[in-house]
């Protein structure tokens, strides 16, 4: 009790620093005694100048219990800041919250174009934690997997293991690596593979002349069980 009143009286003293107040709010989020003042110092920081300042802000209120649409909002605007930092935390504060709203996806979506990598894959990261059940979503890790930097492969590969083998070994083939990646895992989520996957696994990763083709076959074969791999080395 001692300590939440003394970071709120850093937080409403005026004449304290925004970084200090800051700090202070941030301090006050992770205990869980947030409130308005707490939400409005953050969000009002994404105006100040500094990128490190809007950076902490971001990050801070991905730490929230639970947001209103202000938070939401403010989130969602930083995504378009020049700063390539303060857009990534915001992706994934956007994702720790777990609030799938139709405009959070929309928001995330256009961020899997940015041209920075970290901020794509904080928008890649925070589309997974959003939930792998809504089609949108889903929809939107697809796309994600036409980016080369693209981490989405292990969850698709688990929403991919309901595909046929004959779909999941094309897919091994795919130009595009996040595509052999997610069918390399999804052929390993499968309950069951058939020896006649299994062999044509090892043969695209032994005499396949593409290399993306076999990269995605020798993932494939990574994570078959033990006793697979040894049946066919004999």
């Known amino acids: 009790i001692i300590v939440t009143e003394e970071l709120r009286a850093v937080l409403n003293d005026k004449s304290s620093?925004?970084?200090?107040?800051l700090l202070a709010a941030d301090a006050l989020v992770q205990l869980?005694?947030?409130?308005k003042t707490v939400i409005e110092t953050h969000t009002g920081a994404f105006e100040n100048e500094d990128n490190i300042v809007r950076q902490m802000s971001a990050t801070s209120l991905g730490k929230l219990q639970k947001a209103d649409q202000t938070v939401i909002g403010a989130l969602i605007r930083s995504l378009q800041d020049e700063d390539h930092y303060v857009r990534k935390e915001s992706a994934i504060s956007l994702g720790r919250l777990g609030i799938a709203q139709k405009e959070v996806?929309?928001?995330l979506t256009r961020t899997l174009e940015d041209k920075e990598y970290a901020v794509r894959w904080g928008a890649a990261d925070a589309l997974i934690k959003l939930g792998k059940e809504d089609k949108t979503v889903i929809d939107a890790l697809i796309k994600a997997l036409k980016d080369p930097w693209s981490q989405v492969g292990n969850t698709l590969g688990d929403i991919w293991k309901e595909k046929t083998d004959t779909e999941l070994l094309e897919y091994l083939k795919h130009p595009l690596?996040?595509?052999?990646i997610a069918a390399a895992y999804a052929l390993a989520y499968k309950q069951t593979i058939s020896q006649e996957t299994v062999d044509e696994i090892i043969r695209l990763k032994d005499t396949?002349?593409?290399?993306?083709?076999?990269?995605?076959?020798w993932k494939a074969y990574e994570l078959l069980p033990d006793s697979l791999k040894r049946g066919k080395n004999k």
């Open 208 to 217: 396949e002349k593409r290399p993306w083709v076999r990269l995605g076959a």
């Open 17 to 21: 620093s925004l970084q200090e107040r």
């Open 177 to 180: 690596s996040g595509y052999r």
């Open 105 to 107: 996806i929309e928001a």
């Open 32 to 35: 869980g005694k947030f409130d």
